[in-house]
């Protein structure tokens, strides 16, 4: 084609084009910025649903409101924490509380309806059960004397942290020999959610109240210093007594009679012996008895008839 292409075109003539050629300025192309590349378009394909999900999984998960606890803070340690709570019921499956953010919320809106104030991370403690339990949230501004009120000013409480969850019933039975004393009330404050449970190592912390009668006593008053007693005005001197007069002289006594000399006493009687007793005569022997002679029988008396007058 570009062999026919020179055959078909027609002579030049060489006077013409010495003529019309002129040098030629090269031209100045235009500085062309270098544009970013443009990013591939994108072809919507339809994946499955299954496909989908890791995607949505890979979005950074919300930072969770779990307390930052040490546990140096919190492990066998006596404290006093400042805090009120509002309980409510909580029923449980074998010690597990299968409704605890039901329970909470539940004690969260009972509180409100009584014009109590919950914390946005409120405390949240448990009391434990095998099928019946009592949850309570921390609240201020409750009236104290209200029965679903629990107040914690005052108390001595003992605490311990556990690093397993599963644990906690057993630790909260040996406070007792942990602690030389029956707690009046026992607690466990959870302070992990499912999003941070695997990276804390404090799972939970048991919370006893100690008695009253093991509870430290407040100091006594030391004592007020006693003011420095006022001076004392000087005391007037003495009068000097007057003297005494002398004592009068004392007129001797008079002679005292001679007393009679004392009789000798006359010597006793020697006691005279006694006579010796008699001795006892011997006894004469009774005489036998005379025999008694029979007498013969009388013949009766005919009875005197009586006289005629």
């Known amino acids: 084609m570009a062999q026919e292409n020179q055959q078909n075109r027609p002579a030049e003539d060489p006077a013409q084009t010495s ?7 090269p031209q100045q192309t235009p ?6 590349p443009a990013a591939p378009q994108q072809v919507e394909t339809q994946q499955p649903a299954e496909a989908q999900a890791p995607a949505e999984a890979q979005q950074p998960a919300e930072k969770c409101k779990c307390p930052e606890l040490n546990i140096a803070e919190w492990d066998k340690q006596k404290k006093q924490i400042e805090k009120t709570f509002y309980k ?5 499956i074998l010690n597990y509380p299968f409704s605890y953010v039901i329970d909470a919320d539940r004690a969260s809106r009972g509180a409100k309806a009584k014009n109590y104030q919950v914390p946005e991370s409120p405390m ?5 059960g095998m099928f019946w339990g009592e949850l309570m949230v921390e ?3 409750a009236d104290t004397s209200d029965s679903s009120v629990v107040d914690f000013a005052g108390k001595e409480l003992y605490t311990k942290t556990t690093t397993d969850t599963k644990s906690i019933k057993n630790e909260m039975e040996g406070l007792k020999a942990e602690m030389g004393v029956e707690p009046s009330e026992v607690y466990y404050w959870r302070v992990t959610c499912p999003k941070c449970d695997s ?17 430290p006593q407040p100091p006594a008053e030391p004592a007020q210093p006693v003011p420095p007693a006022e001076p004392q005005p000087p005391a007037e001197p003495a009068q000097p007594e007057p003297p005494a007069e002398p004592a009068q002289p004392v007129p001797p006594a008079e002679p005292q009679q001679p007393t009679e000399p004392i009789q000798p006493e006359q010597p006793a009687e020697p006691a005279q012996p006694e006579q010796p007793a008699e001795p006892p005569q011997p006894e004469q022997p009774a005489e036998p008895e005379q025999p008694v002679e029979p007498q013969p029988p009388q013949p009766e008396q005919p009875a005197e008839e009586p006289k005629q007058q």
């Open 88 to 92: 409510t019921f909580s029923p449980r």
């Open 19 to 25: 003529q019309t050629q002129q040098p030629v300025e």
């Open 139 to 141: 609240v201020t501004g």
């Open 124 to 128: 949240v403690l448990d009391t434990g």
């Open 199 to 215: 990276d804390k190592e404090i799972k939970a912390i048991v919370i006893a109240v100690v008695p009253q009668a093991q509870q």
């Open 31 to 36: 500085e062309v910025q270098a544009q970013p």
